[in-house]
T-cell receptor
Framework: EDQVTQSPEALRLQEGESSSLNCSYT??????LFWYRQDPGKGPEFLFT???AGEEKEKERLKATLTKKESFLHITAPKPEDSATYLC?????????????FGTGTKLQVIP | DAMVIQNPRYQVTQFGKPVTLSCSQT?????MYWYQQKSSQAPKLLFH???????NEADTPDNFQSRRPNTSFCFLDIRSPGLGDAAMYLC???????????????FGDGTRLSIL
């Protein structure tokens, strides 16, 4: 069974204090790893897709990286508006077509 | 802007009273999903449609049904809601050109269901 584990569950940062969120996964045949941002009372908002180990994607203060066992979401000099829950999800061959398995997320709070 | 729209945003129903949640999309995506998300938990896939092909997750209760009358619309029917069905219900879409595609999902803002 595909498994996705995110850590930490919650993270509190001062504005400007860089850090990383972790997503470790156990799947048979990764097809893609996705990062989403979810604000309270809203649906997840797509951030990045990573397909293979060594791949990196960047968007503003966020950078996502991928290895064969885990992905990191690096946040550089975060601002209060970066506060949200960040979800990681994987799509794998073993999950049946189109199935995506989500982690429980990391709740990020950035203090001014 | 192309998007995924869920109605209503908030739904209150009584224990055992059937309820229907709706989702529409203007993205023209061929795959549509329904997820259940409870507080501080991961979204849990209930079922998805690949075009008209319906795929039910093994652990989705029989109480949950879905309809997709056309590409743009999808409905979630809960036949006899119990207290444990109170949650946020998320609809998502993606584009797939073949089975097993790896395109990202686009989500609506969800319907929060409360059971009295």
């Amino acid at each position: 069974e595909d498994q996705v584990t995110q850590s930490p569950e919650a993270l509190r940062l001062q504005e400007g204090e860089s850090s990383s969120l972790n997503c470790s996964y156990t799947v048979s045949g990764l097809r893609g790893l996705f990062w989403y941002r979810q604000d309270p009372g809203k649906g997840p908002e797509f951030l990045f897709t990573l397909y293979s180990a060594g791949e990196e994607k960047e968007k503003e203060r966020l950078k996502a990286t991928l290895t064969k066992k885990e992905s990191f979401l690096h946040i550089t000099a975060p601002k209060p508006e970066d506060s949200a829950t960040y979800l990681c999800a994987v799509q794998a061959h073993s999950g049946g077509y189109q199935k995506v398995t989500f982690g429980t997320g990391t709740k990020l709070q950035v203090i001014p | 802007d192309a998007m995924v729209i869920q109605n209503p945003r908030y739904q209150v129903t009584q224990f055992g009273k059937p309820v229907t949640l709706s989702c529409s999309q203007t993205l023209n995506h061929n795959v549509m999903y329904w997820y259940q998300q409870k507080s501080s938990q991961a979204p849990k896939l209930l079922f998805h449609y690949y075009d008209k092909d319906f795929n039910n997750e093994a652990d989705t209760p029989d109480n949950f049904q879905s309809r997709r009358p056309n590409t743009s619309f999808c409905f979630l029917d809960i036949r006899s809601p119990g207290l444990g069905d109170a949650a946020m219900y998320l609809c998502a879409t993606s584009r797939a050109t073949h089975k097993g595609g790896n395109q990202p999902q686009h989500f609506g803002d969800g319907t929060r269901l409360s059971i009295l």
